[in-house]
């Protein structure tokens, strides 16, 4: 039997973890909820801990980045299927959930990528231009661990499994998720410590790009 284990890696999530906890406890194609809290400072860890969907909760004590929240949850379960959702989702209901799981679980696809269609335009316009940054995703446990240094990733987590896929010739599908968005930057943080923020995020990812491709040139 699969058994399917939700990792959601949070970091300053406290008022927004909690309904990403309820839409899983309501799916019941998830087996398990694993949420890591990569050394928030508001609660974040409390929050998540005192859910009533009762999820494991580990903790970072210092902000390592996405990449290591998402592989200390791989570390933390035995689950074949995994699923990874972040912490901040606006409009996510189980149906999301179930589309997302439905190519793995019928054997259709290797990883299924969430991409947002009419939750809010940024966002949207974002996935449309941009879909291999998306951090909602559904993949074997068996292709992810032979994927070397996600744990260095940080925000480039989700490029370095596009590439992995791509590059192994593993099929991918993407699976639109209609209403849903997540909250800016600029919103969670303010503007001015927001956009420092996004400008991380943007840095991490081209780093690892350029990881990727001189990888590539060395061989």
């Not at 694993?34 to 009533?52: K, L, N, Y």
């Not at 009419?118 to 231009?129: Q, V």
């Not at 593993?170 to 998720?177: F, G």
Request: a positive charge; aromatic letters at 6%; one cysteine or more.
């Amino acid at each position: 039997m699969v058994r399917t284990a939700a990792i959601v890696p949070a970091y300053q999530e406290a008022e927004r973890v909690t309904t990403i906890l309820a839409v899983l406890a309501q799916t019941a194609e998830v087996d398990e909820i694993i949420v890591v809290d990569d050394g928030s400072t508001d609660g974040t860890f409390e929050q998540a801990r005192s859910h009533s969907a009762q999820p494991i909760v580990l903790r970072h004590e210092q902000n390592r980045g996405k990449g290591a929240a998402l592989w200390t949850g791989i570390q933390s379960t035995e689950a074949s299927l995994l699923l990874f959702l972040d912490a901040d989702l606006i409009g996510l209901t189980p149906n999301h959930v179930q589309s997302l799981l439905t190519p793995l679980l019928r054997g259709s696809a290797a990883m299924s990528v969430g991409v947002f269609r009419g939750g809010r335009g940024a966002t949207t316009l974002s996935h449309r231009l941009f879909p291999g940054i998306s951090g909602q995703r559904a993949l074997r446990r068996e292709a992810l661990l032979a994927i070397p240094h996600l744990e260095k990733s940080g925000f480039g987590a989700e490029l370095v499994l596009e590439r992995h896929f791509y590059k192994e010739g593993l099929s991918v599908v993407h699976v639109e998720m209609s209403g849903v968005s997540h909250a800016m930057k600029e919103e969670k943080f303010g503007a001015w410590r927001g956009l420092k923020y996004r400008l991380r995020m943007y840095s991490q990812m081209a780093m690892c790009l350029l990881r990727q491709k001189s990888g590539d040139n060395r061989r």
